[in-house]
């Protein structure tokens, strides 16, 4: 089983500045099935960005992904006031199974 | 509008039976695999079955295997999970989500507590 690490655990940053979250697997994850979301309190989870580093639809261009093998990140780029949530990476094996990471809460300093 | 909504949650004791349901509209069904996903309170999230656009193919996350079976309706556009031999550590948020190997449309999930 694939097991995706996130860091940090938490990232405390102001509005306009830049978060970078990292997202890391215990083995080689093909970029095709590497995805992001981002969750709010008491509200489902949104696809953010698939295959690494494609917008899902309607995303705003300060999210952006980026890595491939074991290394991925999530780059926004000016942190708005709505963008302080918890996001998750996730993965799929090709096989039998899908994964999330932990989490990384990104809130208001 | 695309739309997923899950039904069926409850109050059910340590090693009972509870089925949920996911009605989709919106989309055509047959097009996509479909999945559920949990939310145990104050967790992340995990993963827990995937079903495909002719069930075809099913996938369990260790955790439920032998016990949740997925299931598909496409003439009704529903997605099924039939859980048993529940216990309280499956007491979570359980989301009905479209696609694979990214998952692009959630429900707004149904509750499951499991508790005597």
């Known amino acids: 089983e694939i097991v995706l690490t996130q860091s940090p655990g938490t990232l405390s940053l102001s509005p306009g500045e830049r978060a970078t979250l990292s997202c890391r697997a215990s083995?080689?994850?093909?970029?095709?099935?590497l995805a992001w979301y981002q969750q709010k309190p008491g509200q489902a989870p949104r696809l953010l960005i698939y295959g690494a580093s494609s917008r899902a639809t309607g995303i705003p261009d300060r999210f952006s992904g980026s890595g491939s093998g074991t290394d991925f990140t999530l780059t926004i780029s000016r942190l708005e006031p709505e963008d302080f949530a918890v996001y998750y990476c996730q993965q799929y094996d090709g096989s039998a199974l899908l994964t999330f990471g932990p989490g990384t809460k990104v809130d208001i300093k | 509008e695309v739309q997923l909504v899950e039904s069926g949650g409850g109050l059910v004791q340590p090693g009972g039976s509870l089925r949920l349901s996911c009605a989709a509209s919106g989309f055509i069904f047959t097009n996509y695999g479909m999945n559920w996903v949990r939310q145990a309170p104050g967790k992340g999230l995990e993963w827990v079955s995937y079903?495909?656009?002719?069930?075809?193919?099913?996938y369990y996350a260790d955790s439920v295997k032998g016990r949740f079976t997925i299931s598909r309706d496409n003439a009704k556009n529903s997605l099924y999970l039939q859980m048993n031999s529940l216990r309280a550590e499956d007491t979570a948020i359980y989301y009905c989500?479209?696609?694979?190997?990214?998952?692009?449309?959630w429900g707004k999930g149904t509750t499951v507590t499991v508790s005597s």
């Open positions: 079903i495909s656009i002719n069930s075809g193919t099913i």
């Open positions: 083995q080689s994850v093909s970029s095709s099935y």
């Open positions: 989500v479209r696609g694979i190997p990214s998952m692009d449309v």
